[in-house]
């Protein structure tokens, strides 16, 4: 746990949002039931409970960027709104996990089942987002789409599905006679698909009527088109591919709501509403949130690698292939996720779990082995590219925004966000070190 004061608040305030979001917005039920207990100090794997589902490391990331930014007398509101944005993005992981194995251009019948359920979860968000709209989330996912999650495994759905299957068992061995069937909290995942709603939309209320809430809401109702388009899309540009991914990531919205907490409600600042309407600190946001998803797909090694060495990896990756007859795009890429070299880890993980990758996206609909490792090749030459060019233009504007604000507490909090993933990103995800964060 948190040794750190301050992490130990966030971590508190953040369990704290967690349980009222359970409280007052999941439906009633075994997966209900399961999640309060699971969240509470009654479990005894709580600590296990919380760095699976990206609590621990929510908080790591909220105590490095907040660090010396927040006055004493301010730090009871910066921890209020700071839980209810990582309770928001905890219920984001939930849902975000219906997408693995979606990453594949060919689908079978249970994974497009999964995919119509995305889909209606981003249509139902959408929905909460639009001003003045406040149809109860129940409705907005009920019908096809509550039928739909009934088939959709909590535990198969997760990169730590094991985890979530003892969990679910230590709870039965807790409630005992009255224990529910081990299926009907596996199964339940549609409660978890309205929370996510709701407390989205508790996200945006809270800060309804400050110049950057629009800002916010926008940003988080292009992260549901994005990730609409960019799993059903059959023709997808490189460039394409880069801007959906930056907005389908969280990064501008999660930091314009910080800046917005910062700049807005614990200490407003005049100017910030120029920066905001001249588009400076859009542009900011959006070269942090490219910059942040190229480290989550390609890795930080392999995004500062030199063409030349990339190059050279991904042809040893061609030799093996021809060597032992590896000749379609899935067994190339096969082959890629077995590599024993540490630069190929995020890659890897969404091989190995079918998950969108930015990179990947070309070699997965390539002809044959060749033609996939020579798309890959080049994903990373382009991406790369884009990768150094938008970090000069993140410095670029950082810069500006230091000249026109009074204090460099924004600018601070977007650098150390960006560095934060940079440094996550370097290793694997089964890594305690490389876990998720946003």
Same mark, same amino acid.
Not at 27 to 34: S, V
């Given at each position: 746990?948190?040794?750190?004061?301050?992490?130990?608040?966030?971590?508190?305030?953040t369990?704290s949002?967690?349980?009222?979001?359970?409280?007052?917005?999941m439906?009633?039920?075994?997966?209900?039931?399961?999640t309060a207990?699971?969240?509470?100090?009654?479990?005894?794997?709580r600590?296990?409970?919380l760095q699976?589902t990206?609590?621990?490391q929510?908080?790591?990331?909220?105590?490095?960027?907040?660090?010396?930014?927040?006055?004493?007398?301010?730090?009871?509101?910066?921890?209020?709104?700071?839980?209810?944005?990582?309770?928001y993005?905890? /219920?984001?992981v939930?849902?975000d996990?219906?997408?693995?194995g979606?990453?594949?251009?060919?689908?079978?019948?249970?994974?497009?089942r999964? $995919?119509?359920?995305i889909?209606?979860?981003?249509?139902?968000?959408?929905?909460a987002?639009?001003?003045?709209r406040?149809?109860?989330?129940?409705?907005?996912?009920?019908?096809?789409?509550?039928?739909?999650?009934?088939?959709?495994s909590?535990f198969?759905?997760?990169?730590?599905?094991?985890?979530?299957?003892?969990?679910?068992?230590?709870?039965?061995?807790?409630?005992?006679?009255?224990?529910?069937?081990l299926?009907?909290?596996?199964?339940?995942?549609w409660?978890?698909?309205?929370?996510?709603?709701e407390?989205?939309?508790d996200l945006?209320?809270?800060?309804?009527?400050?110049p950057?809430?629009?800002?916010?809401?926008?940003?988080?109702?292009?992260?549901y088109?994005a990730?609409e388009?960019?799993?059903?899309?059959?023709h997808?540009?490189?460039?394409?591919?880069?801007? $959906?991914?930056g907005?389908?990531?969280?990064v501008?919205p999660?930091?314009?709501y910080f800046?917005c907490?910062?700049?807005?409600?614990?200490a407003p600042?005049?100017v910030h509403?120029?920066?905001l309407?001249d588009?400076t600190?859009?542009d900011?946001?959006s070269?942090a949130?490219?910059?942040?998803?190229?480290?989550?797909?390609?890795?930080?090694?392999?995004?500062?690698?030199?063409?030349?060495?990339?190059?050279?990896?991904?042809n040893r990756?061609?030799?093996?292939c021809d060597?032992d007859g590896?000749?379609?795009?899935?067994?190339?890429l096969?082959?890629?996720?077995?590599d024993?070299?540490?630069a /190929?880890n995020?890659?890897q993980?969404?091989?190995?779990?079918?998950e969108?990758?930015?990179?990947?996206?070309h070699?997965?609909?390539?002809?044959?082995?060749?033609?996939?490792?020579?798309?890959?090749?080049?994903s990373?030459?382009?991406?790369?590219?884009?990768?150094?060019l938008?970090?000069a233009?993140?410095?670029?504007?950082?810069?500006a925004?230091?000249?026109?604000?009074?204090?460099?507490?924004a600018?601070?909090?977007?650098d150390?966000f960006?560095? /934060?993933h940079e440094?996550?990103y370097s290793?694997?995800?089964?890594?305690?070190?490389?876990?998720?964060?946003?």
């Open positions: 746990m948190p040794t750190n004061r301050r992490a130990a608040q966030l971590l508190a305030a369990c949002a967690l349980t009222e979001t359970i409280r007052r917005h439906p009633a039920g075994p997966y209900r039931d399961f207990w699971a969240y509470s100090a009654e479990n005894p794997r600590h296990e409970y699976s990206g609590v621990i929510l908080v790591t990331m909220n105590t490095r960027m907040l660090t010396g930014l927040v006055e004493e007398d301010d730090w009871p509101a910066m921890l209020h709104h700071a839980g209810r944005m990582n309770a993005q905890v /219920f984001e939930v849902s996990d219906l997408a693995i979606l990453g594949h251009p060919v689908l079978d019948a249970a994974q497009t999964r $995919l119509d359920l889909g209606a979860l981003n249509r139902a968000m959408l929905q987002l639009a001003p003045g406040n149809t109860p989330a129940m409705l907005l996912l009920s019908g096809p789409a509550r039928d739909a999650a009934r088939h959709a909590g198969e759905q997760s990169l730590v599905k094991s985890k979530r299957a003892g969990m679910a068992e230590d709870y039965a061995r807790h409630v005992g006679a009255d224990a529910p069937l299926q009907d909290v596996e199964y339940g995942l409660a978890a698909l309205v929370a996510n709603v407390s989205c939309r945006v209320d809270g800060i309804d009527g400050t950057t809430a629009s800002l916010v809401r926008q940003g988080l109702a292009d992260r088109r990730v388009r960019t799993l059903r899309a059959e997808l540009s490189r460039l394409d591919l880069a801007a $959906l991914g907005q389908s990531i969280l501008l999660t930091l314009a800046v907490v910062l700049n807005d409600l614990l600042v005049a509403r120029a920066v309407a588009g600190l859009s900011v946001l070269d949130a490219l910059l942040v998803r190229l480290q989550n797909d390609l890795g930080t090694r392999l995004l500062r690698m030199p063409p030349v060495q990339q190059h050279a990896l991904i990756i061609a030799r093996t060597t590896r000749d379609t795009a899935e067994a190339a096969d082959q890629l996720a077995a024993p070299d540490a /190929f995020r890659l993980k969404d091989i190995v779990n079918g969108a990758n930015v990179a990947l996206w070699a997965r609909r390539a002809p044959d082995a060749t033609s996939a490792l020579t798309a890959l090749a080049d990373l030459t382009y991406h790369a590219g884009l990768y150094g938008h970090s233009r993140l410095a670029a504007g950082l810069a925004l230091d000249a026109r604000l009074p204090d460099r507490r600018t601070t909090l977007i150390r960006v560095r /934060f440094h996550m290793h694997a995800h089964t890594n305690p070190l490389g876990e998720y964060a946003i």
